[in-house]
């Protein structure tokens, strides 16, 4: 090393201001990708993640968005780093992107870019910008299928690459990527939006690093990483010592109708935590698989939410942990299982540790969240308008508080997507929404109830059209605790010449006709304490707006209004 | 009438939460001159007409002398933030009853076990669904039938609100069944005040353009009820100049509008700040300004352009969207009462929360125990605790240095004054990096702008922030405490109309675009029409909010005339290429362009007053030196009284400039002159 970061002295109140500097930098980035992304993934659902990192590959810095790209990026980089393309191979000049889950990615949808930043001809650090992307081919229009089973058939995996090299845009690579994927126009835009929001985020931090010095600023990333770890510990202090264990299931893999077993062990000693998730099931043969990359960023985000104080968010926080998973594992999967749907597990995984952590820190941890992303994809052959691709990711209800009810509907634990205006794809596409509204009743019951799901309905208006859905909880329902009780479980039907039909929740590439109505409903949350403690007023509420019908006031509360 | 003025006096006013700020021209004199009065907030037309008359003894007009009152107000912002509203009911498309309940369904604490939603303020058992369907092309698939209207009176007879909202899908590109809802209302109902979003807000997505009247229903009883009382009030005076209210978009329109429309001016509040420094980009002769207001809670910063106050065309109140144009400004919760704390793992955090006006800073002896950043400016000797708004109140620079040490110093382990001091360069950073990320967004350079410094507490941080931001000019106005007012003394008459319609740029849809332009311009002309305003003070422009197809986000691009053919569309079009690299440092020359909106702005020019410079004084000289912390150490700085500050003398830094309500605090490597029109410019050497 020939800077001395040793030597450089920060002051806290300094260090709290390189801080802002820096989440002011990845904030800079995100409002990039906001308003130059071509996608309605993209611009609409907000499925895409800025950070920074120090020269080592951690992430030091965060924009407020996904949870659970920002902490899987740090584990991609530092795999890239080890095992594809050494630090001494990247200039200023060049931008590496892949979206491959077997180098430390999630799912091939998830195009992720890093670029170095460097001062005085050292490397000082790195910025990176993940997109969920519309399309990256494969068997299933969206990318987003639920029948796959080899990751072959998911799309294109692009390995660790430089896209632009010394300055240059490498040419061949973005022609055979574009060549692979159905939107390729979108693919192109939305890659872009990315290059720029690097590019706006190198200048911001070499902007600080001229104002600081290379060997100030590194000093600052150290002790922000060091901070962020003592501020864990001290989080993980406040927990009572013991281990911890919870379950709950993932339906199926859409492939066999078999659950999927998530298991969490949880041990606490003094300032560090042991995660073992060796209790959950083999890796499965469709694509509900997360590899250690998804696992891991789960585990940091289930953590970071329960801590009882604010945590300034980086990657010093995963320290402490440490997360056993032996290879093969739903949780850990291994090449070349397929892949697309890890947030099923993440999802899954990130309620199962609130569950443990109930036990151990019960005034602070909610019930089951609707805790899946609901993915409907559909694609439409119009003879005018030709091909469009619609991914769209709905939600549930929250668990409710020790406290307080669940919110409705609204993004929650490994995701956070805003959804579609609905007008603004029927603009685009020949789709029309039959409506878009909360469900009565699938709040879990309690003495504070679970947030409500929501319906959506989508008709076709053309002569061809193909459903693909990866969807989940239609049997294991979100869990109440302390005496709640569960929410009421998710639903998927179509509606064909006035029958309704119900589909299964991995659906893929279905034909659709015109005049077919497809219609979603999501679950809400788990409850919290016994039903018999609400209070009546709240339960006569619940009637009058219509969250609660009478006689599911009457059944789970044991009193009519 | 035509709006021509003939009575000589000209008041703007700004009724804030303390003070009613009166700024008063008088053509007879040429005269532009300032009054306040304590804000009456039961009713804050009491405060205003105590103002005006008092004013009126004071600087010799009477009520007939005065043509135009021009009011800002925050009546409809506050309504809305302490839930003092009406009931009211919600009409949608059947099937979209919850859409103003789910909202877009993100959170922004993303670590949070309970986010918070944005609130909804017409709940479930309030809105009706009607039977009604219109198409993505504007075509109807399900009519509205008279059974449906009956059945929906009915619904809303058992509801009994006194104010209805209605947001359908797919208004914005037809909006006869919203005409026809309303219509039927006003005859069969005619008490109910009715919102249509198609004649609000004619954008698309659903869910802005219902938050946006929902905002819009619930207000029209509060604001129509405000004017009612202020009217009333006028008339027993025998006052009946020409009622205009300041709007968000930075003009200000009729109170009749303002009764139909008062969500027009939500967000209003620091319209007149920033119509002042669109005012003082032409007196000073700077195009690029970004102005920052810094009072006791909030640091607001906007930019002018090219000589024009930045508009956006969609904003929020307490999270939920506004979706009309208005003056764009990015607020921070940090000002002079805002809080330090040392969070666990020494993190120094100050604000958002603030200690408010009381008990407010511990300085102020009346109970505060946080320290705030005002402690931390009398701790190290930049306010003097003696002469605290005009010596109208003394601070206690004791109970100071106690909080700092006792809230900051001690817990990370520091000396008194760096603490203090760490405690400003963290307030500091973070109004620079509300400043860069304002410029950033719009793809310019801070080194190209002026600062305008304004509010109660700018002027000490001014200069340090310009440091930050590259920034090597600031400007410290003439009566910055009443700022506001007079901005909105020089306001003119604006109209935003809009009309929604994604269609492809090219030379096949002209005959699709035309005429929606042409509409959107009878329409502009008819506003005009009805606030009388003579046709050489006529001003239309048009515009169009255009993206690469796809993209979520529009940019919006002024056309050169009132006109779009196959020889403007290409121009129009090049326009949007440029903008969007300098914006976001990449264009797609070769990419599909979109339409999405267009917009028209009818101006109605009121004659501006034409001030003259103040009286300068040719020699003057600094009132003393005093003890100031700068830098790690105290040092002997000299304070000067802005009144002796006269044209022709350089102050260099470090020095202090104090006024009645506000001080400037020059640090080293700054000098500050006066201007022939009495602004206090700084430079950095």
Same mark, same amino acid.
């Given at each position: 090393m020939n800077v001395n970061v040793a030597d450089a002295e920060i002051s806290p109140i300094e260090l709290e201001i390189i801080y802002n500097a820096l989440t002011a930098a990845a904030a800079e980035m995100d409002v990039t990708i906001w308003r130059t992304s071509r996608s309605t993934i993209v611009r609409e659902l907000l499925d895409y993640s800025t950070a920074i990192f120090d020269r080592d590959g951690w992430n030091v810095a965060q924009a407020a968005r996904i949870p659970s790209h920002l902490n899987s990026m740090s584990y991609f980089l530092t795999e890239i780093l080890a095992r594809h393309i050494p630090p001494d191979r990247w200039g200023p000049d060049d931008v590496v992107i892949s979206n491959d889950p077997y180098c430390g990615g999630q799912h091939l949808p998830d195009i992720v870019a890093y670029k170095a930043v460097f001062r005085n001809g050292r490397r000082i650090g790195f910025v990176g910008a993940l997109c969920h992307h519309l399309d990256v081919g494969g068997s299933s229009p969206g990318s987003y =299928? *639920? *029948?796959?089973? +080899?990751?072959?058939? +998911?799309g294109l995996r692009i390995p660790p690459v430089k896209i632009v090299e010394r300055g240059k845009l490498n040419e061949p690579i973005r022609d055979i990527i574009l060549q692979n994927v159905r939107q390729p126009d979108i693919l192109w835009g939305d890659l872009q939006s990315q290059l720029a929001s690097l590019h706006i985020g190198a200048a911001s931090i070499e902007r600080l690093a001229m104002k600081l010095g290379e060997a100030r600023f590194e000093a600052a990333t150290h002790q922000l990483l060091d901070r962020s770890e003592a501020a864990m510990r001290a989080v993980i202090g406040r927990i009572p010592d013991g281990t911890y264990e919870f379950e709950d299931h993932v %339906? /199926? /893999? =859409?492939?066999? %109708?078999t659950p999927i077993r998530i298991h969490a062990r949880l041990t606490v000693e003094g300032d560090e935590l042991t995660v073992d998730l060796s209790g959950c099931s083999p890796q499965v043969m469709g694509p509900s698989n997360a590899t250690l990359s998804s696992t891991c960023s789960t585990v940091f985000y289930a953590l970071i939410a329960s801590a009882d104080v604010p945590i300034a968010a980086n990657a010093g926080c995963y320290r402490p942990v440490r997360i056993v998973a032996p290879p093969g594992l739903c949780v850990s999967a291994a090449v070349p299982a397929p892949v697309v749907h890890r947030i099923a597990i993440g999802h899954r995984l990130a309620t199962v540790l609130f569950g443990a952590l109930h036990q151990a820190v019960p005034e602070r941890m909610p019930a089951a969240y609707y805790a899946v992303s609901y993915v409907v994809t559909l694609q439409t052959i119009d003879p005018e308008l030709g091909r469009r691709v619609l991914v769209e990711i709905e939600v549930g209800g929250i668990g409710a508080l020790p406290v307080s009810d669940g919110a409705s509907a609204l993004s929650f634990g490994m995701h956070n997507n805003a959804n579609i205006p609905m007008e603004m794809i029927e603009s685009d596409m020949p789709v029309t929404f039959m409506g878009y509204g909360l469900l009565s009743d699938t709040g879990g019951p309690g003495q504070w109830r679970g947030g409500l799901g929501l319906w959506r309905e989508w008709r076709i208006d053309c002569p061809m059209a193909q459903l693909s859905t990866n969807l989940d909880r239609f049997k294991f329902r979100p869990f109440g605790l302390s005496g709640g009780e569960p929410a009421a479980p998710s639903a998927l039907y179509l509606i064909r010449d006035g029958e309704k039909q119900a589909l299964r929740s991995k659906v893929t590439n279905m034909m659709l006709r015109n005049g077919d109505i497809i219609r979603l409903e999501t679950s809400g949350g788990g409850g919290f304490g016994e039903a018999r403690l609400r209070e009546r007023e709240l339960v006569e509420r619940d009637v009058r707006l219509g969250y609660v019908s009478a006689a599911a006031a009457r059944d789970s509360y044991g009193r009519s209004s | 009438m035509a709006l021509i003025e003939v009575a000589p006096v000209r008041i703007g006013v700004d009724i804030g939460g303390t003070f009613t700020d009166l700024q008063i021209y008088d053509a007879r004199t040429g005269a532009i001159v300032g009054y306040k009065t304590p804000t009456t907030p039961q009713d804050p037309s009491i405060g205003l007409m105590t103002g005006i008359k008092e004013a009126a003894a004071r600087y010799n @007009?009477?009520?007939?002398?005065?043509g135009f009152l021009l009011h800002g107000t925050t009546i409809a912002t506050n309504a809305i933030l302490e839930r003092k509203l009406p009931k009211a009911v919600l009409v949608t498309t059947a099937g979209f009853e919850d859409v103003l309940e789910i909202g877009r369904h993100v959170r922004r604490e993303v670590y949070a076990l309970s986010p918070q939603q944005p609130p909804t303020l017409i709940p479930r058992d309030c809105r009706i669904g009607v039977a009604e369907r219109i198409r993505a092309d504007g075509s109807v698939e399900v009519p509205l039938t008279p059974a449906a209207l009956e059945n929906l009176a009915a619904a809303i007879d058992r509801i009994d609100p006194v104010s209805v909202a209605v947001c359908l899908m797919n208004s914005y590109l037809n909006p006869q069944h919203e005409q026809d809802i309303a219509g039927y209302l006003a005859k069969t109902r005619p008490a109910l005040k009715v919102s249509c979003a198609s004649a609000l807000s004619a954008e698309i997505r659903e869910y802005e353009r219902t938050s946006t009247t929902v905002l819009n229903a619930v207000l029209i009883p509060v604001i129509a009820g405000y004017l009612d009382k202020l009217t009333h009030r006028m008339e027993t005076e025998g006052f009946r100049p020409r009622l205009l209210l300041v709007q968000s978009n930075g003009g200000v329109c009729a109170a009749r509008t303002a009764a139909l429309e008062p969500v027009r001016l939500l967000l209003s509040g620091p319209s007149g700040g920033s119509a002042a420094c669109a005012l003082l980009s032409k007196i000073l002769g700077e195009d690029n300004l970004i102005g920052v207001d810094m009072g006791g809670t909030s640091f607001d910063v906007s930019v002018v352009r090219n000589g024009r106050v930045n508009v956006v065309m969609q904003g929020e109140v307490d999270r939920m969207p506004v979706r009309i144009p208005m003056v764009e400004i990015r607020a921070i919760g940090a000002g002079g009462g805002s809080l330090a704390k040392v969070q666990r793992g020494k993190r120094l955090t100050v604000g958002p929360e603030s200690a408010g006006s009381y008990p407010g800073p511990a300085c102020y002896g009346r109970g505060g125990v946080g320290a705030t950043v005002t402690d931390a400016n009398v701790t190290l000797g930049r306010i003097d605790g003696e002469k605290f708004l005009g010596g109208g109140m003394r601070l206690d620079s004791q109970a100071a240095r106690g909080v700092i040490d006792a809230e900051v110093a001690k817990p990370l382990s520091l000396a008194t004054e760096p603490a203090a001091e760490g405690l400003l360069a963290v307030v500091n950073a973070n109004l620079g990096a509300a400043i860069r990320l304002s410029l950033f967004e719009k793809g310019?350079? #801070?080194?190209e702008f002026t600062m305008i410094a304004f509010g109660g507490a700018a002027g000490l941080h001014a200069v340090a922030v310009a440091d930050e931001t590259g920034i090597g000019r600031v400007v410290f106005p003439e009566n910055a405490s009443t700022l506001s007012a007079y901005g909105i003394l020089h306001s003119d008459l604006i109209h935003d109309l809009v009309r929604s319609r994604v269609l492809d740029a090219t030379p096949e849809k002209l005959g699709a675009i035309t005429p929606l332009l042409e509409c959107l311009v009878a329409d502009a002309r008819t506003r005009l029409d009805a606030d009388a305003i003579p046709e050489n003070d006529r001003h239309i422009e048009l515009s169009a909010d255009m993206h690469y197809k796809g993209q979520a986000f529009e940019l919006t691009v002024p056309l050169r005339s009132l006109q779009l053919d196959e020889a403007a569309l290409p121009v129009l079009i090049g326009d949007f290429h440029d903008l969007h690299r300098q914006y @976001? &440092?990449? &264009?797609? #020359?070769g990419s599909a362009v979109e339409i999405v909106s267009l917009r028209a702005s009818a101006i109605g020019r009121l004659p501006k007053p034409a001030a003259k410079g103040a009286a300068a004084r040719d020699s003057g000289q600094p009132i003393g030196k005093r003890k100031i912390w700068l830098s790690g150490g105290w040092r002997d700085v000299v304070v000067w009284n802005r009144d002796d500050v006269f044209p022709g003398v350089t102050i260099e830094g470090p020095a202090v400039i104090e006024e009645a309500y506000t001080s400037v605090l020059l640090v080293e490597g700054w000098s500050c002159r006066r201007d022939k029109s009495g602004h206090l410019v700084a430079r950095r050497h």
């Amino acid at each position: 090393m020939n800077v001395n970061v040793a030597d450089a002295e920060i002051s806290p109140i300094e260090l709290e201001i390189i801080y802002n500097a820096l989440t002011a930098a990845a904030a800079e980035m995100d409002v990039t990708i906001w308003r130059t992304s071509r996608s309605t993934i993209v611009r609409e659902l907000l499925d895409y993640s800025t950070a920074i990192f120090d020269r080592d590959g951690w992430n030091v810095a965060q924009a407020a968005r996904i949870p659970s790209h920002l902490n899987s990026m740090s584990y991609f980089l530092t795999e890239i780093l080890a095992r594809h393309i050494p630090p001494d191979r990247w200039g200023p000049d060049d931008v590496v992107i892949s979206n491959d889950p077997y180098c430390g990615g999630q799912h091939l949808p998830d195009i992720v870019a890093y670029k170095a930043v460097f001062r005085n001809g050292r490397r000082i650090g790195f910025v990176g910008a993940l997109c969920h992307h519309l399309d990256v081919g494969g068997s299933s229009p969206g990318s987003y =299928g *639920s *029948s796959a089973t +080899e990751i072959f058939q +998911e799309g294109l995996r692009i390995p660790p690459v430089k896209i632009v090299e010394r300055g240059k845009l490498n040419e061949p690579i973005r022609d055979i990527i574009l060549q692979n994927v159905r939107q390729p126009d979108i693919l192109w835009g939305d890659l872009q939006s990315q290059l720029a929001s690097l590019h706006i985020g190198a200048a911001s931090i070499e902007r600080l690093a001229m104002k600081l010095g290379e060997a100030r600023f590194e000093a600052a990333t150290h002790q922000l990483l060091d901070r962020s770890e003592a501020a864990m510990r001290a989080v993980i202090g406040r927990i009572p010592d013991g281990t911890y264990e919870f379950e709950d299931h993932v %339906d /199926d /893999d =859409g492939i066999l %109708d078999t659950p999927i077993r998530i298991h969490a062990r949880l041990t606490v000693e003094g300032d560090e935590l042991t995660v073992d998730l060796s209790g959950c099931s083999p890796q499965v043969m469709g694509p509900s698989n997360a590899t250690l990359s998804s696992t891991c960023s789960t585990v940091f985000y289930a953590l970071i939410a329960s801590a009882d104080v604010p945590i300034a968010a980086n990657a010093g926080c995963y320290r402490p942990v440490r997360i056993v998973a032996p290879p093969g594992l739903c949780v850990s999967a291994a090449v070349p299982a397929p892949v697309v749907h890890r947030i099923a597990i993440g999802h899954r995984l990130a309620t199962v540790l609130f569950g443990a952590l109930h036990q151990a820190v019960p005034e602070r941890m909610p019930a089951a969240y609707y805790a899946v992303s609901y993915v409907v994809t559909l694609q439409t052959i119009d003879p005018e308008l030709g091909r469009r691709v619609l991914v769209e990711i709905e939600v549930g209800g929250i668990g409710a508080l020790p406290v307080s009810d669940g919110a409705s509907a609204l993004s929650f634990g490994m995701h956070n997507n805003a959804n579609i205006p609905m007008e603004m794809i029927e603009s685009d596409m020949p789709v029309t929404f039959m409506g878009y509204g909360l469900l009565s009743d699938t709040g879990g019951p309690g003495q504070w109830r679970g947030g409500l799901g929501l319906w959506r309905e989508w008709r076709i208006d053309c002569p061809m059209a193909q459903l693909s859905t990866n969807l989940d909880r239609f049997k294991f329902r979100p869990f109440g605790l302390s005496g709640g009780e569960p929410a009421a479980p998710s639903a998927l039907y179509l509606i064909r010449d006035g029958e309704k039909q119900a589909l299964r929740s991995k659906v893929t590439n279905m034909m659709l006709r015109n005049g077919d109505i497809i219609r979603l409903e999501t679950s809400g949350g788990g409850g919290f304490g016994e039903a018999r403690l609400r209070e009546r007023e709240l339960v006569e509420r619940d009637v009058r707006l219509g969250y609660v019908s009478a006689a599911a006031a009457r059944d789970s509360y044991g009193r009519s209004s | 009438m035509a709006l021509i003025e003939v009575a000589p006096v000209r008041i703007g006013v700004d009724i804030g939460g303390t003070f009613t700020d009166l700024q008063i021209y008088d053509a007879r004199t040429g005269a532009i001159v300032g009054y306040k009065t304590p804000t009456t907030p039961q009713d804050p037309s009491i405060g205003l007409m105590t103002g005006i008359k008092e004013a009126a003894a004071r600087y010799n @007009f009477t009520l007939p002398d005065v043509g135009f009152l021009l009011h800002g107000t925050t009546i409809a912002t506050n309504a809305i933030l302490e839930r003092k509203l009406p009931k009211a009911v919600l009409v949608t498309t059947a099937g979209f009853e919850d859409v103003l309940e789910i909202g877009r369904h993100v959170r922004r604490e993303v670590y949070a076990l309970s986010p918070q939603q944005p609130p909804t303020l017409i709940p479930r058992d309030c809105r009706i669904g009607v039977a009604e369907r219109i198409r993505a092309d504007g075509s109807v698939e399900v009519p509205l039938t008279p059974a449906a209207l009956e059945n929906l009176a009915a619904a809303i007879d058992r509801i009994d609100p006194v104010s209805v909202a209605v947001c359908l899908m797919n208004s914005y590109l037809n909006p006869q069944h919203e005409q026809d809802i309303a219509g039927y209302l006003a005859k069969t109902r005619p008490a109910l005040k009715v919102s249509c979003a198609s004649a609000l807000s004619a954008e698309i997505r659903e869910y802005e353009r219902t938050s946006t009247t929902v905002l819009n229903a619930v207000l029209i009883p509060v604001i129509a009820g405000y004017l009612d009382k202020l009217t009333h009030r006028m008339e027993t005076e025998g006052f009946r100049p020409r009622l205009l209210l300041v709007q968000s978009n930075g003009g200000v329109c009729a109170a009749r509008t303002a009764a139909l429309e008062p969500v027009r001016l939500l967000l209003s509040g620091p319209s007149g700040g920033s119509a002042a420094c669109a005012l003082l980009s032409k007196i000073l002769g700077e195009d690029n300004l970004i102005g920052v207001d810094m009072g006791g809670t909030s640091f607001d910063v906007s930019v002018v352009r090219n000589g024009r106050v930045n508009v956006v065309m969609q904003g929020e109140v307490d999270r939920m969207p506004v979706r009309i144009p208005m003056v764009e400004i990015r607020a921070i919760g940090a000002g002079g009462g805002s809080l330090a704390k040392v969070q666990r793992g020494k993190r120094l955090t100050v604000g958002p929360e603030s200690a408010g006006s009381y008990p407010g800073p511990a300085c102020y002896g009346r109970g505060g125990v946080g320290a705030t950043v005002t402690d931390a400016n009398v701790t190290l000797g930049r306010i003097d605790g003696e002469k605290f708004l005009g010596g109208g109140m003394r601070l206690d620079s004791q109970a100071a240095r106690g909080v700092i040490d006792a809230e900051v110093a001690k817990p990370l382990s520091l000396a008194t004054e760096p603490a203090a001091e760490g405690l400003l360069a963290v307030v500091n950073a973070n109004l620079g990096a509300a400043i860069r990320l304002s410029l950033f967004e719009k793809g310019v350079d #801070p080194r190209e702008f002026t600062m305008i410094a304004f509010g109660g507490a700018a002027g000490l941080h001014a200069v340090a922030v310009a440091d930050e931001t590259g920034i090597g000019r600031v400007v410290f106005p003439e009566n910055a405490s009443t700022l506001s007012a007079y901005g909105i003394l020089h306001s003119d008459l604006i109209h935003d109309l809009v009309r929604s319609r994604v269609l492809d740029a090219t030379p096949e849809k002209l005959g699709a675009i035309t005429p929606l332009l042409e509409c959107l311009v009878a329409d502009a002309r008819t506003r005009l029409d009805a606030d009388a305003i003579p046709e050489n003070d006529r001003h239309i422009e048009l515009s169009a909010d255009m993206h690469y197809k796809g993209q979520a986000f529009e940019l919006t691009v002024p056309l050169r005339s009132l006109q779009l053919d196959e020889a403007a569309l290409p121009v129009l079009i090049g326009d949007f290429h440029d903008l969007h690299r300098q914006y @976001f &440092s990449y &264009s797609n #020359p070769g990419s599909a362009v979109e339409i999405v909106s267009l917009r028209a702005s009818a101006i109605g020019r009121l004659p501006k007053p034409a001030a003259k410079g103040a009286a300068a004084r040719d020699s003057g000289q600094p009132i003393g030196k005093r003890k100031i912390w700068l830098s790690g150490g105290w040092r002997d700085v000299v304070v000067w009284n802005r009144d002796d500050v006269f044209p022709g003398v350089t102050i260099e830094g470090p020095a202090v400039i104090e006024e009645a309500y506000t001080s400037v605090l020059l640090v080293e490597g700054w000098s500050c002159r006066r201007d022939k029109s009495g602004h206090l410019v700084a430079r950095r050497h």
